[in-house]
């Protein structure tokens, strides 16, 4: 019957408390959102697949570095031992809410020895008693009510924290995604500047040869030799800048890709495929950002964690009921007489309120309330960063597409330029060293126009990487 009832009450109690929780506050955030963008090019934006936007190069090479890095990255690996952590202390609130269970035994060996005094004309008499083995074992349970929620608020926490984890795991990844790619196609872009810095050496060392020898022949001046001889330093010490940058991209890939800085350094000098396409712009919304964007919504789960933990703290000031029980048996052996056993239950209850605390209590309500809205500020301020970060991509985008058609332009009339003068050469209308000249403009032209082809690519990382691409976004 006892046990009847108590099944009886406990799981009235539960339903009680899965459908009541006083003390809950609310963890909506009101945000502002444009309904479209200020800066979107006016070329035809695109469905794409976020989850996988570097595809869209259709470059093997850059599919391969990325599929490594997703696989070695050390802080990948850093943000995916902090989920289990997190689901630990899951775990851990969750286990607030039952029963805790224990195991207790004891047992030794007792001999006692009392003295009886105040008996006139006598020191006292001495009593003793039989040496005995005492043994005593149970299960002790207790279980502390929640009547106001708060245990199920701290659960709301802690799956908060866990969620937010796996945000963190996912905005780690955008940005690693966004990283590989950039340095790669910089890499991609300073190895072609590399090899139109040798053609130009190699044509002022011509230019400077000519000089020398029309120097002897009394046609050039030594002002002009000098000059050219200036230039060619100046030239090969741009080339020395272009080399060293193109070592400390491929050690930060290696990097990157969970390796030794120098592990790339192989395979990616020896030459370099060429990107067959590029992505198309994505076609998304501001409100878009809300779901897609990983740190948005790692804020949103900040906001619902510290709302769980002010609900939780101003249930500090309501009673708490504790509910106790234990069994078990007891036994005493004592030599030369029967052992005696015995079995013994306790049923109990207690009921507790905070009547003075110094304070305490609700300091740690005020530091909530704080924290709260701490997160719901960065939160809001996440959001506009979010914005700032896709208009400012959308126009490096259309900057650098702009100048790229500027530079497409310019070389085609430094090839024209230098096609001219070679025929005059040719005809013996023109001279060598204009030709030469010629030939110096349009690879100078050639060198910035690589230089616009790399942030044009560049461009489309940053917009995707401010897009939140990289992973498959989940309802929440």
Request: cysteine-free; aromatic content about 4%.
């Given at each position: 019957m006892n046990n009847q009832f108590l099944r009886l009450i406990s799981l009235l109690l539960m339903a009680f408390l899965s459908s009541c929780t006083p003390t809950r506050v609310l963890d909506k955030v009101s945000l502002t959102s444009p309904e479209q963008w200020h800066h979107v090019p006016s070329v035809q934006t695109v469905s794409v697949d976020l989850k996988q936007w570097w595809m869209g190069f259709q470059n093997p090479l850059l599919n391969d570095l990325i599929t490594r890095a997703l696989a070695?990255?050390?802080?990948?690996?850093?943000?995916?031992?902090?989920?289990?952590?997190?689901?630990?202390?899951?775990?851990?609130?969750?286990?607030?809410?039952?029963?805790?269970?224990?195991?207790?035994?004891?047992?030794g060996r007792e001999k006692r020895i009392d003295r009886i005094v105040g008996i006139p004309g006598k020191n006292g008499i001495e009593l003793i008693t039989?040496?005995?083995n005492i043994i005593s074992g149970g299960l002790a349970a207790r279980w502390e009510i929640d009547l106001f929620g708060s245990k199920h608020l701290e659960v709301e926490a802690a799956t908060a924290q866990l969620a937010g984890a796996e945000e963190a795991q996912r905005a780690v990844q955008v940005g690693l995604l966004a990283q590989v790619a950039t340095n790669y196609l910089e890499l991609r872009g300073v190895q072609k500047r590399s090899s139109l810095q040798r053609e130009t050496i190699e044509i002022q060392r011509e230019k400077l040869r000519a000089l020398q020898l029309f120097n002897q022949m009394g046609l050039a001046n030594t002002a002009d030799v000098a000059s050219q001889e200036t230039l060619l330093r100046t030239t090969e010490a741009a080339l020395t800048a272009?080399?060293?940058?193109?070592?400390?991209?491929?050690?930060?890939?290696?990097?990157?890709?969970?390796?030794?800085?120098?592990?790339?350094?192989?395979?990616?000098?020896?030459?370099?495929?060429?990107?067959?396409?590029?992505?198309?712009?994505?076609?998304?919304?501001?409100?878009?950002?809300?779901?897609?964007?990983?740190?948005?919504?790692?804020?949103?789960?900040?906001?619902?964690?510290?709302?769980?933990?002010?609900?939780?703290?101003?249930?500090?000031?309501?009673?708490?009921?504790?509910l106790s029980a234990s069994g078990g048996f007891g036994a005493l052996a004592v030599s030369g007489f029967p052992s005696l056993a015995e079995s013994v239950y306790a049923l109990g209850s207690g009921l507790t309120a905070p009547i003075f605390s110094a304070g305490r209590i609700r300091a740690h309500i005020a530091t909530a309330d704080a924290r709260l809205d701490q997160v719901a500020a960065n939160y809001e301020k996440i959001f506009l960063l979010a914005l700032e970060d896709v208009e400012n991509a959308y126009v490096e985008h259309t900057a650098s597409m702009e100048r790229l058609k500027q530079l497409s332009e310019a070389e085609m009339?430094?090839?024209?330029?230098?096609?001219?003068?070679?025929?005059?050469?040719?005809?013996?209308?023109?001279?060598?060293?204009?030709?030469?000249?010629?030939?110096?403009?349009?690879?100078?032209?050639?060198?910035?126009?690589?230089?616009?082809?790399?942030a044009v690519h560049v461009s489309l990382v940053s917009l995707y990487r401010a897009f939140g691409g990289g992973w498959p976004p989940t309802p929440r």
């Open positions: 070695a990255n050390h802080d990948i690996r850093i943000a995916k031992a902090r989920i289990r952590e997190a689901g630990a202390i899951v775990t851990i609130a969750e286990s607030a809410l039952y029963p805790s269970i224990d195991l207790f035994t004891s047992g039989p040496a005995a272009i080399t060293s940058a193109e070592k400390n991209l491929i050690h930060r890939l290696g990097v990157l890709l969970g390796e030794s800085p120098e592990s790339l350094e192989n395979r990616l000098v020896s030459g370099m495929e060429r990107l067959i396409a590029l992505p198309g712009i994505p076609k998304l919304l501001p409100s878009d950002l809300l779901a897609q964007r990983p740190d948005l919504r790692l804020a949103q789960t900040e906001v619902s964690m510290a709302a769980a933990n002010l609900g939780a703290a101003r249930a500090d000031l309501l009673p708490k009921l504790v009339t430094a090839e024209k330029a230098y096609r001219l003068k070679d025929a005059l050469y040719q005809r013996g209308a023109g001279d060598y060293l204009s030709v030469l000249d010629a030939q110096r403009n349009k690879l100078a032209v050639g060198e910035e126009l690589t230089k616009a082809e790399t």
